[in-house]
């Protein structure tokens, strides 16, 4: 690139156009900056970047007809070439726009007081790297979930998703109660946005009952527990709905997450009832939730069932833009998101034994699944547009 | 109260300690420990029997002393010591199964103390977060300890049902770790890297060895019986433990981590089972509520603050007292 010949514009270095003559006029002569003579060889190097006026100088130009034009006019071309040497560094972003950019960042991520946060994340950071921390029985680290994760979730939440939220206030402030949410959008983002959500609204940390394929993959299984999930059996759900937790569970599962784009929005079944068994063992209240938006972030137009077979997992979807553009395929796409906690259901009214009454617990099933399918129903009616 | 107790398993380190702890106890008159090899260090005031509990000597020892209280700490998790898997199988199960003939035969034996373990629970992707006393492990255990220990169970079961007049006592503890402690969990800890399941940061808990004896002591002296989980407060996950051990750790898939333990195995380093590679991929929790509520037993120590008194116990001596004659030469 060094070498390159430049063809420069203009009269190379003689006086203005139609002059005529080899001396530049008084006016051009006023116009040239502070005399200055240059060795030959940077003489030419500068060319392009010198105007005319710029060389009109005098003893520009005397530099410039001892070396460049007349070395150059034994050439056919009658054009010396031009090296861009000083050119070669590009100055590139400037530091200072690298700067504000991160500000702008750190402050998208920690609000204005920004500068606070970070130190105070770092020094966290640094009592943790000594194993300075604590987690509750479950493997739940309520700090890292606070700093990490959701300083990270919650920009997507809010910029990516524009998560509307309906009904807030249906979320119990304090004591135990289980959100029961439709599950969708072949990764379980919905779950992780739930998290911000509830966390926002009311300060609480949800925690989230897993399928046992979460705690058998290894890097997921590590972060469902730092994070507050554990697996989605009777004896966890019980243990943390009566420790006073707020408990999120997804009872269409897999088959809900995984399902075609073109059953969108249609609730599968739901389960065998065992969280409203949960629920009214421990007589906390069941808060429906309905979650629209989650199932057009990966439309799933296909599956790969052998290869899933081979590696253990329910489904490995295709979507349109999935395999095909590779890690690009797995940024999701912006839907716009509303969210809606229904009214609580009351399960402390219902007489002792209760849980052991399945075609009650049937019945309080249905209602749940109901409540949440209209709600999605009226959800959708509402939203102009998948992407406003 | 007068009470005469038999120890079983007093050459290791733990049962040494326990019959000592237990001979200085006003509570306790006498303290009888029982094994094959003699014990290395202080006994104490405890008289020490070369009986070897596979054999029926154990019976006459237990009607000669009139023992009322036998403590069962004779149950081993590795086969290293031991002398090859057949000798630990046949200590563990055999050895429990002749001890509890004996103890069936013998009239005047009021209380029975069996040390069990947490490992009875198993490890796996399917666990509750906590296990109380009433789960069942989701995976039957096929080989090595934990099968031993799920059958020692069993027979102190079957041994429960035939004696009701005797208090059966079962502590299913979670690992004990302490400074003198030497347990597969504790040399492992040991390791100057420390191979981990990659992906996996599994809950532990940890019963500090003086708990151990707490809870053993507890056990002699208070009337209560039935099965308990014994355990420090709280669980800590892997990579706290390393990071306090300030230790690097390596993590590898699954079964390298697997190949890594055969072969620190086989060079007597570690005896790394496949229970506690389960153990280090899964984790496992255990409710202690019973322990309080029923037992009435408090550990001093919670899990983090053994591992703390462990990972103390670990720093070489020499930097901790160049670190004092560091102090002092500055001050």
Not at chain 1, 257 to 264: A, D, L, M, T, V
Not at chain 2, 57 to 74: C, G, N, P, Q, R
Not at chain 2, 128 to 147: I, N, Q, V
Not at chain 2, 274 to 281: F, I
Request: proline content about 8%; aromatic content about 6%.
């Amino acid at each position: 690139m060094a070498d390159a010949e430049i063809i420069p514009i203009g009269t190379r270095g003689r006086p203005g156009r139609g002059s005529g003559s080899m001396r530049p006029s008084s006016a051009a002569r006023d116009l040239a900056s502070a005399p200055r003579r240059t060795p030959s060889g940077k003489g030419d190097a500068r060319a392009p970047e010198a105007r005319p006026t710029d060389e009109v100088a005098p003893e520009a130009v005397t530099g410039a007809e001892d070396a460049g034009p007349e070395e150059s006019g034994a050439e056919e071309s009658g054009r010396g070439p031009v090296t861009t040497e000083d050119r070669a560094p590009l100055p590139g972003i400037p530091v200072g726009d690298w700067w504000a950019a991160i500000q702008s960042a750190a402050k998208e991520l920690w609000g204005h007081d920004w500068e606070g946060a970070l130190a105070a994340l770092l020094a966290s950071w640094r009592r943790r790297l000594e194993g300075d921390f604590t987690v509750d029985d479950y493997g739940f680290d309520a700090e890292f979930t606070q700093q990490f994760v959701l300083a990270v979730l919650r920009p997507i939440a809010d910029k990516w998703f524009r998560i509307e939220v309906r009904g807030a206030d249906n979320i119990p402030e304090d004591g135990g109660a289980l959100i029961v949410s439709n599950h969708s959008g072949t990764v379980p983002v919905d779950a992780m946005m739930t998290g911000v959500v509830v966390h926002d609204q009311t300060g609480r940390f949800l925690r989230p009952l897993g399928a046992d394929l979460v705690f058998r993959l290894p890097i997921v299984s590590s972060m469902a527990r730092r994070t507050g999930a554990t697996l989605a059996c009777n004896e966890d759900a019980e243990r943390m709905l009566s420790g006073g937790e707020l408990v999120g569970v997804w009872p269409e599962g897999f088959k809900g997450i995984g399902k075609p784009y073109s059953e969108r929005y249609r609730l599968q079944r739901f389960g065998r009832g065992g969280f409203v068994s949960a629920a009214m063992r421990t007589g906390v209240p069941i808060v429906p939730l309905s979650v629209v938006g989650a199932e057009e972030i990966y439309p799933m137009i296909g599956n790969l069932p052998v290869l899933a077979r081979i590696l253990g997992v329910p489904y490995i979807p295709v979507t349109p833009t999935f395999p095909l553009l590779g890690p690009l395929g797995l940024v999701p796409l912006p839907s716009k998101w509303l969210m809606e906690f229904g009214e609580p259901i009351r399960t402390d009214e219902l007489e002792d034994g209760a849980a052991d009454d399945p075609m009650l617990v049937f019945d309080v099933t249905d209602q749940v699944r109901e409540t949440i399918q209209q709600s999605l129903f009226s959800l959708l009616r509402e939203r102009r547009t998948v992407f406003g | 109260m007068g009470r005469v107790v038999l120890v079983t398993g007093v050459s290791r380190d733990l049962g040494r300690r326990f019959a000592r702890e237990a001979a200085a106890d006003p509570a306790i008159d006498r303290v009888i420990g029982v094994d094959v090899v003699p014990p290395h260090g202080d006994i104490g005031e405890m008289s020490f029997v070369r009986a070897d509990i596979r054999n029926p000597v154990i019976a006459k020892v237990i009607a000669k002393e009139d023992v009322d209280t036998v403590v069962h700490m004779s149950v081993i998790a590795t086969p290293g010591s031991a002398g090859g898997r057949g000798t630990m199988k046949e200590l563990n199960v055999i050895g429990t199964m002749q001890l509890l003939a004996a103890c069936q035969r013998a009239p005047g034996l009021e209380h029975l103390v069996v040390k069990s373990t947490g490992t009875v629970y198993g490890a796996s992707s399917r666990d509750p977060a906590m296990f109380t006393e009433d789960m069942h492990p989701k995976k039957l255990p096929r080989s090595g300890y934990a099968k031993d220990v799920y059958e020692i169970e069993g027979y102190v079961r079957g041994f429960a049902r035939r004696r009701p007049d005797v208090r059966v006592t079962m502590l299913r503890c979670a690992n004990v770790i302490g400074p003198h402690v030497s347990s597969p969990m504790t040399s492992y800890f040991k390791l100057p890297v420390i191979p981990r399941v990659l992906g996996f940061d599994p809950r532990l808990q940890f019963l500090h060895q003086d708990d151990l004896f707490g809870v053993l002591k507890h056990s002699v002296t208070h009337e209560q019986q039935g099965t308990f989980n014994v355990a420090g407060d709280g669980v800590m996950l892997l990579s706290q433990a390393v990071r306090m051990l300030g230790k690097p750790s390596l993590p590898l898939p699954s079964p390298a981590v697997g190949g890594l333990g055969q072969a620190l195995r086989s060079t007597r380093m570690l005896d790394f089972s496949p229970e506690q590679l389960a153990v280090l991929t899964f984790g496992r929790g255990m409710d202690t509520t019973r322990m309080r509520s029923e037992l009435g037993f408090e550990p001093t120590y919670t899990t983090l603050e053994a591992f703390t008194d462990f990972a103390h116990g670990l720093r070489p001596p020499e930097t901790e007292d160049a670190d004092e004659a560091e102090v002092a030469a500055r001050g």
